[in-house]
């Protein structure tokens, strides 16, 4: 088979495909999406350069497989795929273990003050008492979207001493010794800190928004880790000025180009946002570790492999 890698992906992929099927791999990372040639292409391996719709799997007759590395989706017709007999591989697997880390590494440094501390350090400033933090043990953790990703945020959690409790609006039955399973209207009512762990889709895009923020009972931490477009950001701005919101982690931000490589930081929202002391950024960096770029394409082959 003829398989056309479109994103760059540790290499370890490749070099199985060829290992033990012998398949031929092909490179093209800057052709448009309108001039490639897909004719005679049978797997496809993508991040999140472009777009894959009707239209283009309508240029691919052979295609038989996507392979997307990460977790995200948004980028592919999956409905169109299902209707061509095209199958879709994602690697949530991969990525988990990086995105629950950094999610408990980011609140860690919210809690404690680590930004400021440090810059004030830096900077020649002891204040310890403008720096007194507050503990995790004893809040009450919310995971919204208890997939893949939310329940090992949940993993991590359980040493904390904090209560977990988590939201899905597509699984039931899921609670356990760590998690409790309750209803949106229970986050809102006992939520101390929420973390989002959603995909993006038509029913999660601006997610949180202005009244999503203003029906929580207590002043939350807001975590992102998911997708940009599922948070409002002129929504943030307003909870955080009123006091709805005591702050936010930020790993994405509704800025983003959808390849992820790209954000209008110049955005004038943007500006107000990055002006508060209490919002945390990182650059789309949760899931981006060492470790994860190898188990990303490990278990992409794994699935591909045990298929074809």
């Given at each position: 088979m003829n398989i056309l890698f479109l994103d760059s992906v540790h290499p370890i992929l490749e070099e199985r495909l060829i290992a033990e099927r012998g398949w031929n791999c092909i490179h093209d990372y800057k052709t448009s999406k309108e001039d490639l040639n897909m004719k005679g292409v049978n797997g496809l391996v993508i991040r999140s350069r472009f777009t894959i719709d009707d239209t283009f799997l309508s240029k691919s007759p052979d295609l038989k497989f996507i392979a997307r590395s990460g977790s995200g989706l948004e980028n592919i017709d999956l409905e169109a795929c299902a209707n061509r007999n095209v199958i879709v591989y994602n690697s949530p697997e991969g990525n988990s273990t990086a995105v629950a880390e950094h999610a408990i590494g980011m609140l860690l440094m919210f809690a404690n003050n680590l930004?400021?501390?440090?810059a004030e350090v830096r900077n020649r400033e002891w204040n310890r008492e403008k720096?007194?933090?507050f503990e995790i043990e004893g809040k009450t953790v919310a995971i919204i979207g208890y997939g893949v990703m939310g329940s090992a945020f949940a993993k991590r959690l359980k040493g904390f001493g904090c209560r977990v409790?988590?939201?899905?609006?597509?699984?039931?039955?899921?609670g356990n010794e760590g998690v409790e399973e309750v209803s949106m209207e229970e986050v809102f009512d006992q939520a101390?800190?929420?973390?989002?762990?959603?995909?993006?889709k038509e029913d999660t895009h601006y997610l949180v928004d202005e009244s999503w923020l203003s029906s929580f009972k207590k002043s939350i931490v807001l975590m992102n880790t998911s997708r940009g477009p599922v948070v409002k950001i002129a929504a943030v701005i307003a909870a955080i000025s009123d006091g709805t919101l005591k702050g936010a982690c930020l790993d994405v931000i509704e800025y983003e180009e959808k390849s992820f490589e790209n954000i209008g930081l110049n955005h004038s929202e943007f500006k107000v946002l990055s002006e508060f002391d209490n919002v945390l950024f990182s650059p789309h960096v949760a899931g981006w570790t060492v470790e994860s770029y190898v188990k990303l394409s490990s278990f992409l082959a794994d699935k591909i492999l045990r298929d074809f």
């Open positions: 930004r400021r501390a440090d720096n007194r933090g409790i988590a939201f899905d609006k597509y699984k039931k039955n899921f101390d800190i929420v973390s989002l762990h959603v995909p993006l």
